[in-house]
């Protein structure tokens, strides 16, 4: 069975630019959820889209969006970007399964904000 | 509040030598736990996971956890490293939206 893809795998943007990132779950998988990573800050939950909804939320401002389609591939968006958003972007995907959940993550996208 | 602490930034270990990592959670019901690995510019891997019965959980790669509820801890072990295990090792809990809280990570030096 394939594993989690992301696509692209490296993203060079200008600050004030935006940017979309995209995850193809594990397939039978209907959530995905979003993180980013960066060396100050570890890694930060961004969201979870399941079923084509937002189910949960982290504590990053607006800029910052998300969806799913029908096949449970999803996209997340980062508008106005910043220099301190050049970060890990890591995808996961679950079935899911309630509360032995297990998540299962893609390569990331390296994204630097120049 | 939730949280996950890894004491140990990096540690260095001899090819061959055993291998302990520690991580100390702090949740109020009963936690499930992860293992996840992630090598130089890669994603992460799920190593094991802890959500009920044995205390002692085997995984991949030879790896081992015991989860010990008292000492409010689930430290990874392996008995002998190869060069290949140089990664950087993150413990995370399950909260109760079921996503992860993360610790800072552990990164793992081989020492031939």
């Known amino acids: 069975k394939a594993g989690v893809t992301q696509t692209p795998r490296y993203l060079i943007k200008t600050r004030g630019q935006q940017v979309t990132l995209s995850c193809s779950p594990i397939?039978?998988?209907?959530?995905v959820s979003w993180y980013q990573q960066t060396p100050g800050q570890g890694l930060q939950f961004l969201f979870e889209y399941f079923s084509e909804t937002q189910r949960n939320k982290g504590n990053f401002p607006g800029r910052f969006s998300g969806r799913q389609f029908s096949n449970s591939r999803s996209e997340m968006n980062v508008s106005t970007l910043e220099l301190g958003d050049s970060a890990l972007y890591l995808c996961?995907?679950?079935?899911?399964?309630?509360?032995?959940?297990?998540?299962?993550f893609g390569p990331g996208t390296r994204l630097l904000v120049l | 509040a939730q949280s996950v602490t890894q004491p140990d930034i990096h540690i260095t270990v001899s090819e061959g030598a055993s291998l302990e990592l520690r991580c100390n959670y702090s949740?109020?019901?009963?936690?499930?736990l992860f293992w996840y690995v992630q090598s130089p510019g890669q994603g992460l891997q799920l190593l094991l996971k802890?959500?009920?019965?044995d205390t002692l959980v085997q995984g991949i790669k030879g790896f081992e956890a015991e989860f010990k509820r008292s000492q409010s801890s689930f430290n990874l072990r392996k008995p002998s490293v190869h060069w290949s295990d140089a990664a950087e090792y993150f413990c995370a809990v399950q909260d109760s939206n079921y996503q992860l809280i993360w610790g800072a990570g552990t990164k793992l030096i081989i020492k031939p």
């Open positions: 802890y959500f009920s019965g």
């Open positions: 397939s039978g998988h209907r959530s």
């Open positions: 949740y109020g019901a009963t936690p499930y």
């Open positions: 996961a995907s679950s079935l899911p399964s309630g509360r032995q959940e297990t998540q299962y």
